[in-house]
């Protein structure tokens, strides 16, 4: 192909990597050989493309309706590696392909189109595809569209490894110590004894798994309506993989697989049902910062400090509300995000009745807790707020252990707060609910060193750059992103594009939720990013993102994404996983709880672990390596990014954190 | 040779097509795809689409008849269209599309009806000058191989 065209579109990539096809391994020439399913029902460009395509030297099929993609997906589970989708065809929506697909496949997807809007490409995110193309389409555009099946294999192998050996080793017992790590009493001694108990049972599978390549699961439509009776019967808050897996029956399929799949499904709900769902979630589990809520999941306290991005939060704490308690008692639906991040009260919340506003859900939440990319305006505009909020939150902190915990979160989710508050300025409701997470996030660092009028900021919260919808559909913007102010993003905090994903996820947010319970990694990630903010900026861009991603949990099938490391950071809620989608980003969270867990090896990494391990374990480790000081997504993977936040952590822990005791979140090496 | 001043007219007249812009540079992206086995993508392609964009041409011309307008359907159909003409590279077409969905958007009807017509002027002559061209490509292609020193 190379002669005929004259030119080798394809460069040598490394054949060998991760190329873990469903059997199909065409190693060494990989990329070569990716099966691409082509959907579109336009011939001209359905023509064009696959001739593209075949330039590359991929496997193309095309097919220019929707069902059709779809029954031959399903004839042939493990037929495809990629699929490419317009998203204006007749019989199907796009988007409904996409959601199908993600669902019962799990494949990466890329939708298309001649619009080019923020909102279609937003949505494209939020619905989970891995990239976003605009028409006309470029051959370079195609030539890297390998990348998203490597990542998308990687993590899922990663998270799978990561979880055997995480949970073999590394799950100890002291999330229940650590009181003030799982601060919650239910969540944590839920979570913890949940994730003991996973420990060992996954530990048997994970032997076997972790060694093996990880088959890819077909989700058929039998097994998805399997998977749906038993998450009804056992009631979506309570539907857990461990329990989902029991009722199910079907031998061969491991825990991980369910809970990957949940998350999915959870993302899906979300979508459907809006994502004021979530907001009190994580709220609920935020707010109660006497309920152990905190516990694992302490999503809320993520959020709040600033770490998760607030819908991340959000995401996460319908996830972790659904498991560890609703103690908090604030069904505050996701978009109470906000008041996650108050952290404990309103009031505290930069005692703007904005927290009140959280309720808005969405946008607030995304900056609630969910540093989102923001970019480092915003994020600078965070941090006053943060700083401010951090006051406010100092109060909260003291909570107990509880309060411990809450803080990193709050602190960094003040933060991220601060900025988003910043950055809605106008958007009252918004601003301030993003503010208090950071602000309480900031509490957490420095507590309240950020603590500088909010509102001063916001005008640099602004941040224009938002872009909630980058290209690079890492547009995690979190609906949340109510940041009127903000330039139309969706994400007010969404500074870096990498994070945008984050942010519209909100899906993110449950399944992170679900898989994070509490998100203890994210927390001290957050206060990392905290103190990254503090001195940079830019860090909550990263932190943002992470938070974002991680919450979303790669569950927003951002596939493939998550690699980005970015995602980790963003876990941290200052990744602007500005070029990796939500999956990036979710799989940041995770990774960063993941990583945390590991780093950390702390309390929150029980929690962390036992969330992440379906979502993306994906490099936490990494993030650890990466100094915290380039949190700029686009610059970190994932890994890097947690390894920087976490560093940070330990950095900014000892220094500053004093009154806040991350541990609880158990961010590995924060020495509280 | 022969072939030499008819290389050459093709040469200008693909020339003048871009000077002129009719074409953009996803035309080029089209004949980066030549190759041996597909001497004639691009003529290929570019059949294709005017054999189906007749289609979407003819509903928006019905869709253009109704009383009253129906915005978002001739947006719709206009959407179509435009990714269609934007994937082979016609400029001109693909800015009258862009244009037709402005005013949809705004509820114009008259500009609608207005860039339609502009925007049908165009595709038929952007049509002819294609079919000339591919035609002395055409005649070009086949002595070349013959030509070509094996």
Redesign the interface.
Known sequence: MNSSSGKSYMSTASSSVLWKAGGDVVADQFPAGLRVLLVDDDPTCLMILEKMLKACQYNVTKCNRAETALSMLRENRNGFDIVISDVHMPDMDGFKLLEHIGLEMDLPVIMMSADDGKNVVMKGVTHGACDYLIKPVRIEALKNIWQHVVRKRKNEWKDFEQSGSVEEGDRQPKQSEDADYSSSANEGNWKSSKRRKDDEDENDERDDTSTLKKPRVVWSVELHQQFVAAVNQLGIEKAVPKKILELMNVPGLTRENVASHLQKYRLYLRRLCGVSQHPSNLNNSFMNPQDATFGPLDLQALAATGQLPAQSLATLQAAGLGRSTAKSGIPMPLIDQRNIFSFENPKLRFGEAQQQHVSNNKQTNLLHGIPTTMEPKQLAGLHHTAQSMGNMNMPVLSHGSQSSQNNPLLMQMAQPQARGQMLNDSTVGLAPRLLSPRGQSMLSNGMATNVSTRNGVPENIRAPSYNPVSQTSSMLNFPMNHTSELPGNSFPLVSTPGISSLAPKVAFQEDVNSEIKGSVGFMPSYDIFNDLNQHKPQNWELQNVGMMFNSSQHSNSLQGNLDHTQSILVQQGFLSGQNRNSTVISKAMFSAGDSTGHVNAQNSNQHLNSLLDNTVRVKSERVADTAPANLYPDHFGQEDLMSALLKQQDIIAPAENNDFDFDGYSIDNIPV | MERNPMRRQLASMRKSLFDQGYLDE?FM??E???????PN?VE??VT??YR??ARLILNLDRALERRPLDFSKLD?LM??F???S????AKKVKAESTLFREYCKSGNAEGCMRTFQQLKKEYATLRKKLETYFQLARQIGPMESANRPK
């Open positions: 996803q992206e089209l980066q795809l030549l190759d041996d086995a597909n993508f290929e392609v294709l689409y189906d964009s719709g959407h179509q435009k990714g269609s934007s994937s082979i590279g």
